[in-house]
């Protein structure tokens, strides 16, 4: 399929920051084309050229211009903010194409800083389990991994950890009781407007799919092995 896509414009950021300031149904629908135009319709072409550029190389992840992107429209009845749209545009990469599968390259467009991501977010708690257990099976190619990373320039995110070893697991081998505790695997990179507007933002992006190949593959191999 052949990608449309052309680049961001600094429309996208002028509608995004205009709808944080007005967050209402009737603004949004004066000004949807405006949406459609610099913001859905660009994502939706970026998604095509970007599974086209990581099919290139090898990376199997790839995304659905129809299923892979976040909805403009929130979901706030669970949420304490209730304002009804988001104010960026993300979507997610996978080995399905959908938001389902494990082992994610994530994009977001945002005003308040793009970035690019990749790992396992938030998992369910069997996906989880297989993860830790994965770990512990294998933790001298896991800190293999973690210091490739580190000879990159990437950090995994540990802030989101527990403060135990999780319930249920024994014998964690010293080394990786840190790892076993991450409650998800996640490296984000900032992505400057300067990067958003050129013509290397697939480069610098299949390119950071390229260095956390390892980690993804990882992950699969644990919970496809178990």
Do not use: C
């Given at each position: 399929m052949k990608s449309p896509f052309s680049g961001f414009k600094p429309e996208a950021f002028q509608f995004l920051e205009a709808l944080t300031e007005n967050q209402n149904r009737i603004w949004f629908a004066e000004h949807r084309h405006e949406y459609e135009q610099y913001v859905r319709e660009p994502m939706k072409g970026f998604t095509v050229a970007?599974?086209?550029?990581?099919?290139?190389?090898?990376?199997?992840?790839?995304?659905?211009?129809?299923?892979?992107?976040?909805?403009?429209?929130?979901?706030a009845r669970f949420s304490k903010a209730k304002h009804p749209y988001n104010m960026h545009a993300s979507?997610?990469?996978?080995?399905?194409?959908?938001?389902?599968?494990s082992g994610v390259l994530y994009f977001r467009l945002d005003p308040l800083g793009c970035r690019v991501a990749?790992?396992?977010?938030?998992?369910?708690?069997?996906?989880?389990?297989?993860?830790?257990l994965g770990i512990m099976g294998n933790p001298k190619?896991?800190?293999?991994?973690?210091?490739?990373?580190?000879?990159?320039?990437?950090?995994?995110?540990?802030s989101n950890s527990?403060?135990?070893?999780p319930r249920g697991l024994e014998n964690v081998p010293e080394e990786v009781e840190k790892a076993v505790k991450l409650k998800g695997w996640i490296v984000r990179k900032p992505l400057p407007r300067?990067?958003?507007?050129?013509?290397?933002?697939?480069?610098?992006?299949?390119?950071?799919?390229?260095?956390?190949?390892?980690?993804?593959?990882?992950?699969?191999h644990a919970l496809e092995g178990m």
């Open positions: 970007l599974s086209d550029a990581l099919a290139n190389k090898d990376i199997p992840l790839w995304g659905d211009p129809k299923k892979s992107l976040y909805r403009i429209n929130r979901d979507g997610l990469f996978t080995r399905t194409g959908d938001k389902y599968s990749a790992g396992y977010l938030q998992p369910e708690s069997h996906v989880l389990k297989k993860l830790r190619a896991w800190l293999a991994i973690e210091k490739a990373l580190k000879k990159k320039g990437y950090e995994l995110d540990y527990l403060a135990r070893i300067s990067v958003i507007y050129s013509n290397t933002l697939l480069k610098e992006i299949t390119g950071f799919a390229t260095d956390l190949l390892p980690l993804l593959s990882f992950g699969w």
